[in-house]
């Protein structure tokens, strides 16, 4: 289970990017955080993973007190918590199998990855979770060869060599067209309903937030302006679309299928 509480980040140019944002996710939902770029969602994802240091606010994962804990302390928690980046975050010209591995960075002996060595068990491991997400046949091609739809699925793979209880997922599908983005948020469904991993996830296009949230959180310049089920978020009214995007906005959406 995770908590936030009165969640705060301002940045060193004085931007608020958070202000007092409190929300729990139980084990097992498929949470998903809307709103505009620049409302904060990024902020509040790399916060809970402490990529960012929060300014103020307390966030929990499963007890544990994230904001105060050590750099060990959270070495233990990140194996607990994948990373899914909008723009993947590879290393290009290293293969699929390597950037597949530096997912298990935080079990290995971290000189192994330093040296770019990794055991066969771990090999086998990471071919098991390209498997997974159906790019085996990809393990020694560069990343860079990649389309962008294949770059997500080794950024997923990656993940779930942490053997996580929660995937982080910041945008994951921005910069992808709407069947590739389609057929990533169905691998994470699939993880989230068959292994019961929690998923956090940042989306911009309403159909897609209906068709994969179990529940949804609004933000809107940095505060909590909307939280609802899925059954809210297909109803939304107009009023409440207009409360997280502001009065100028209005529906737009990604064909799906």
Not at 98 to 119: A, I, M
Request: glycine share 8%.
């Amino acid at each position: 289970m995770l908590v936030v509480e009165n969640l705060t980040k301002v940045y060193d140019n004085g931007t608020v990017a958070l202000k007092n944002v409190s929300f729990e996710v139980q084990d097992g939902e498929f949470l998903v955080v809307i709103g505009l770029s620049g409302s904060g969602k990024s902020t509040l994802l790399r916060c809970i993973n402490r990529l960012i240091e929060p300014t103020e606010g307390r966030i929990y994962w499963n007890g544990r007190d994230i904001t105060q804990a050590s750099d060990a302390e959270m070495r233990q928690i990140r194996r607990e918590i994948g990373m899914i980046f909008q723009h993947f975050n590879l290393v290009e010209r290293s293969s699929v199998l390597t950037n597949v591995l530096t997912g298990r960075c935080g079990y290995v002996n971290p000189w192994w990855s330093l040296l770019n060595y990794f055991p066969e068990e771990e090999k086998q491991r990471a071919m098991r979770a390209l498997e997974r997400v159906g790019i085996a046949d990809k393990a020694h091609n560069r990343a860079d060869a990649l389309s962008g739809g294949q770059k997500q699925r080794v950024g997923i793979a990656r993940a779930l060599m942490q053997d996580p209880k929660m995937i982080l997922a910041d945008e994951p599908v921005a910069s992808l067209d709407p069947v590739l983005a389609n057929s990533i948020l169905d691998y994470l469904e699939k993880l989230n309903r068959e292994q019961n991993i929690t998923v956090l996830c940042s989306l911009h296009y309403l159909d897609l937030v209906q068709r994969y949230a179990s529940r949804v959180i609004g933000l809107r310049d940095g505060e909590l302006v909307y939280e609802g089920s899925r059954g809210d978020i297909r109803s939304i009214t107009d009023e409440e679309f207009k409360q997280i995007y502001g009065e100028e906005a209005q529906r737009l959406s990604v064909s799906g299928k």
